[in-house]
Protein backbone atom coordinates (compact mmCIF):
# COMPACT_ATOMS: atom_id res chain seq x y z
CA UNK A 1 0.00 0.00 0.00
CA UNK A 2 1.27 3.66 -0.75
CA UNK A 3 2.32 5.06 2.57
CA UNK A 4 2.24 8.65 0.75
CA UNK A 5 0.06 9.78 -1.91
CA UNK A 6 0.29 12.85 -4.10
CA UNK A 7 -3.03 13.03 -6.14
CA UNK A 8 -2.02 15.67 -8.23
CA UNK A 9 0.43 14.84 -11.64
CA UNK A 10 1.10 18.59 -12.41
CA UNK A 11 -0.73 22.23 -11.70
CA UNK A 12 -1.05 25.29 -13.11
CA UNK A 13 -0.77 28.44 -11.12
CA UNK A 14 -0.64 32.28 -11.86
CA UNK A 15 2.09 33.87 -11.09
CA UNK A 16 0.91 35.81 -7.80
CA UNK A 17 -1.87 33.44 -6.78
CA UNK A 18 -1.43 30.62 -3.99
CA UNK A 19 -1.46 26.96 -4.44
CA UNK A 20 -2.19 23.84 -2.48
CA UNK A 21 -0.59 20.59 -3.40
CA UNK A 22 -2.14 17.73 -1.67
CA UNK A 23 -0.29 14.84 0.00
CA UNK A 24 -2.38 12.08 2.29
CA UNK A 25 -0.44 9.53 3.92
CA UNK A 26 -1.32 6.43 5.74
CA UNK A 27 0.57 5.26 9.39
CA UNK A 28 -0.01 3.07 12.49
CA UNK A 29 3.14 4.84 13.87
CA UNK A 30 1.92 8.05 16.77
CA UNK A 31 5.00 8.95 16.06
CA UNK A 32 5.57 10.19 12.64
CA UNK A 33 6.98 13.88 10.93
CA UNK A 34 6.13 15.04 7.71
CA UNK A 35 8.77 16.94 5.28
CA UNK A 36 8.43 18.88 1.79
CA UNK A 37 10.47 19.22 -0.74
CA UNK A 38 11.08 21.29 -3.96
CA UNK A 39 13.27 19.58 -6.71
CA UNK A 40 13.99 21.89 -9.59
CA UNK A 41 15.25 20.90 -13.31
CA UNK A 42 18.88 20.67 -12.00
CA UNK A 43 17.74 17.33 -9.82
CA UNK A 44 18.78 19.20 -6.35
CA UNK A 45 16.50 18.57 -3.60
CA UNK A 46 15.60 21.36 -1.37
CA UNK A 47 13.55 21.16 2.32
CA UNK A 48 10.63 23.46 2.36
CA UNK A 49 8.88 22.62 5.48
CA UNK A 50 8.43 20.26 8.78
CA UNK A 51 5.39 18.95 10.55
CA UNK A 52 5.94 16.99 13.30
CA UNK A 53 2.76 14.44 14.47
CA UNK A 54 2.57 16.03 17.53
CA UNK A 55 3.13 19.76 16.82
CA UNK A 56 0.02 21.59 18.35
CA UNK A 57 0.54 24.02 15.43
CA UNK A 58 0.71 24.11 11.49
CA UNK A 59 4.07 24.66 10.23
CA UNK A 60 5.12 27.51 8.71
CA UNK A 61 8.12 28.80 6.91
CA UNK A 62 7.84 32.09 4.78
CA UNK A 63 5.57 31.63 1.99
CA UNK A 64 5.16 27.81 2.38
CA UNK A 65 3.00 26.43 5.09
CA UNK A 66 1.57 22.95 5.88
CA UNK A 67 -2.49 21.93 6.21
CA UNK A 68 -1.84 19.85 8.65
CA UNK A 69 -5.01 17.26 9.19
CA UNK A 70 -3.84 14.88 11.44
CA UNK A 71 -7.75 13.23 11.79
CA UNK A 72 -7.55 12.80 7.52
CA UNK A 73 -4.08 12.19 7.12
CA UNK A 74 -3.18 14.89 5.20
CA UNK A 75 -0.45 17.48 5.21
CA UNK A 76 -1.17 19.68 2.01
CA UNK A 77 1.54 22.28 1.31
CA UNK A 78 -0.02 25.72 0.50
CA UNK A 79 2.40 27.99 -1.42
CA UNK A 80 1.56 32.09 -1.20
CA UNK A 81 2.46 34.77 -3.40
CA UNK A 82 3.50 32.07 -6.24
CA UNK A 83 6.94 33.43 -8.27
CA UNK A 84 8.33 32.34 -11.45
CA UNK A 85 10.98 30.45 -9.59
CA UNK A 86 8.42 28.00 -7.93
CA UNK A 87 8.36 26.14 -11.00
CA UNK A 88 9.59 23.02 -9.32
CA UNK A 89 8.63 19.40 -8.63
CA UNK A 90 7.57 19.21 -5.50
CA UNK A 91 7.73 15.87 -3.43
CA UNK A 92 5.92 15.05 0.12
CA UNK A 93 7.92 12.50 2.76
CA UNK A 94 6.78 10.68 5.84
CA UNK A 95 9.31 9.52 8.92
CA UNK A 96 7.95 7.20 11.17
CA UNK A 97 9.25 5.05 14.25
CA UNK A 98 10.32 8.53 15.73
CA UNK A 99 10.39 7.63 19.04
CA UNK A 100 11.95 4.02 18.23
CA UNK A 101 14.75 5.90 16.86
CA UNK A 102 14.70 3.34 14.26
CA UNK A 103 16.45 5.46 11.40
CA UNK A 104 15.89 8.63 9.80
CA UNK A 105 14.49 7.08 6.29
CA UNK A 106 12.19 8.95 4.40
CA UNK A 107 8.99 7.67 2.23
CA UNK A 108 8.79 9.67 -0.45
CA UNK A 109 5.26 10.73 -2.86
CA UNK A 110 5.11 10.49 -6.18
CA UNK A 111 5.85 14.29 -6.50
CA UNK A 112 3.35 17.15 -7.91
CA UNK A 113 4.49 19.52 -10.88
CA UNK A 114 3.95 23.12 -10.53
CA UNK A 115 4.42 25.73 -13.42
CA UNK A 116 4.01 29.20 -12.56
CA UNK A 117 2.76 31.34 -15.40
CA UNK A 118 3.35 34.81 -15.73
CA UNK B 1 30.72 25.71 3.58
CA UNK B 2 29.22 22.58 4.58
CA UNK B 3 27.42 20.05 2.49
CA UNK B 4 27.22 16.75 0.17
CA UNK B 5 29.05 16.36 -2.99
CA UNK B 6 28.42 13.68 -5.30
CA UNK B 7 30.71 12.86 -8.14
CA UNK B 8 30.24 12.04 -11.19
CA UNK B 9 27.21 14.49 -12.45
CA UNK B 10 26.75 12.23 -15.38
CA UNK B 11 28.00 8.77 -15.65
CA UNK B 12 28.13 6.57 -18.54
CA UNK B 13 28.41 2.90 -18.45
CA UNK B 14 28.53 -0.35 -20.25
CA UNK B 15 25.95 -3.13 -19.41
CA UNK B 16 27.71 -5.29 -17.47
CA UNK B 17 30.29 -3.27 -15.88
CA UNK B 18 30.31 -2.15 -12.72
CA UNK B 19 30.40 1.48 -11.43
CA UNK B 20 30.95 3.19 -8.26
CA UNK B 21 29.15 6.43 -7.84
CA UNK B 22 30.83 8.98 -4.67
CA UNK B 23 29.03 10.45 -1.93
CA UNK B 24 30.76 12.63 0.40
CA UNK B 25 30.01 14.96 3.41
CA UNK B 26 31.67 17.74 5.76
CA UNK B 27 28.37 18.36 7.79
CA UNK B 28 29.43 15.50 10.29
CA UNK B 29 26.26 13.74 9.96
CA UNK B 30 26.34 10.14 11.67
CA UNK B 31 23.51 8.53 9.13
CA UNK B 32 23.56 8.62 5.35
CA UNK B 33 21.38 7.28 2.70
CA UNK B 34 21.02 6.52 -0.93
CA UNK B 35 17.73 7.40 -3.35
CA UNK B 36 17.10 6.05 -6.55
CA UNK B 37 14.46 8.35 -8.74
CA UNK B 38 13.34 7.46 -12.09
CA UNK B 39 11.60 9.78 -14.60
CA UNK B 40 8.56 11.61 -13.16
CA UNK B 41 8.59 9.67 -10.27
CA UNK B 42 9.49 9.61 -6.43
CA UNK B 43 12.88 8.62 -4.51
CA UNK B 44 13.06 5.58 -3.38
CA UNK B 45 15.88 4.86 -0.87
CA UNK B 46 18.41 2.07 -2.15
CA UNK B 47 20.42 1.61 1.07
CA UNK B 48 20.95 3.72 4.05
CA UNK B 49 23.55 3.96 7.35
CA UNK B 50 23.46 5.07 10.39
CA UNK B 51 26.90 4.66 11.91
CA UNK B 52 30.41 3.74 10.55
CA UNK B 53 30.89 0.36 9.28
CA UNK B 54 26.74 -0.35 9.45
CA UNK B 55 24.23 -0.09 6.70
CA UNK B 56 20.71 -1.52 6.01
CA UNK B 57 19.23 -2.35 3.08
CA UNK B 58 15.96 0.09 1.80
CA UNK B 59 13.30 -1.26 -0.33
CA UNK B 60 15.30 -1.59 -3.43
CA UNK B 61 18.39 -2.65 -2.80
CA UNK B 62 19.31 -5.48 -5.01
CA UNK B 63 22.10 -5.24 -7.62
CA UNK B 64 23.06 -2.25 -5.07
CA UNK B 65 25.98 -2.76 -2.68
CA UNK B 66 27.35 0.08 -0.22
CA UNK B 67 30.37 0.47 2.13
CA UNK B 68 30.64 3.31 5.24
CA UNK B 69 34.53 2.66 6.20
CA UNK B 70 34.40 6.38 7.38
CA UNK B 71 31.81 8.79 8.31
CA UNK B 72 32.23 11.35 5.83
CA UNK B 73 31.74 8.64 2.79
CA UNK B 74 29.03 6.62 1.99
CA UNK B 75 30.09 5.13 -2.25
CA UNK B 76 27.23 3.02 -4.12
CA UNK B 77 28.20 0.69 -6.12
CA UNK B 78 25.95 -0.16 -8.63
CA UNK B 79 26.34 -3.77 -9.80
CA UNK B 80 25.72 -5.64 -13.06
CA UNK B 81 22.88 -7.39 -11.46
CA UNK B 82 21.21 -4.44 -11.23
CA UNK B 83 18.64 -4.94 -14.25
CA UNK B 84 17.71 -1.26 -14.96
CA UNK B 85 20.59 0.91 -13.38
CA UNK B 86 19.33 4.14 -15.97
CA UNK B 87 18.14 6.41 -13.24
CA UNK B 88 19.36 9.62 -11.01
CA UNK B 89 20.44 8.76 -7.87
CA UNK B 90 20.55 10.89 -4.77
CA UNK B 91 22.78 10.76 -2.12
CA UNK B 92 21.68 12.26 1.63
CA UNK B 93 22.72 12.45 5.49
CA UNK B 94 21.55 13.46 8.10
CA UNK B 95 22.01 13.77 11.98
CA UNK B 96 20.90 10.17 13.20
CA UNK B 97 19.40 11.82 16.97
CA UNK B 98 16.31 14.12 17.54
CA UNK B 99 12.99 13.79 16.84
CA UNK B 100 13.45 16.41 13.89
CA UNK B 101 16.17 14.76 11.14
CA UNK B 102 15.98 17.38 8.29
CA UNK B 103 17.58 15.23 5.03
CA UNK B 104 20.42 16.73 2.82
CA UNK B 105 20.88 16.11 -0.12
CA UNK B 106 23.75 16.07 -2.68
CA UNK B 107 23.17 17.24 -6.24
CA UNK B 108 22.74 13.45 -7.83
CA UNK B 109 24.32 11.69 -10.34
CA UNK B 110 22.51 10.95 -13.69
CA UNK B 111 23.98 7.01 -14.76
CA UNK B 112 22.88 5.85 -18.14
CA UNK B 113 23.34 2.46 -19.11
CA UNK B 114 24.99 2.37 -23.12
Known amino acids: AQKITQTQPGMFVQEKEAVTLDCTYD???????LFWYKQPSSGEMIFLIY??????QNATEGRYSLNFQKARKSANLVISASQLGDSAMYFC???????????????FGGGTRVLVKP | DGGITQSPKYLFRKEGQNVTLSCEQN?????MYWYRQDPGQGLRLIYYSQIVNDFQKGDIAEGYSVSREKKESFPLTVTSAQKNPTAFYLC?????????????FGPGTRLTVL
Open chain 2, 92 to 104: ASSPSSGSYNEQF
Open chain 1, 27 to 33: TSDPSYG
Open chain 2, 27 to 31: LNHDA
Open chain 1, 93 to 107: AMREALIKAAGNKLT
Open chain 1, 51 to 56: QGSYDQ
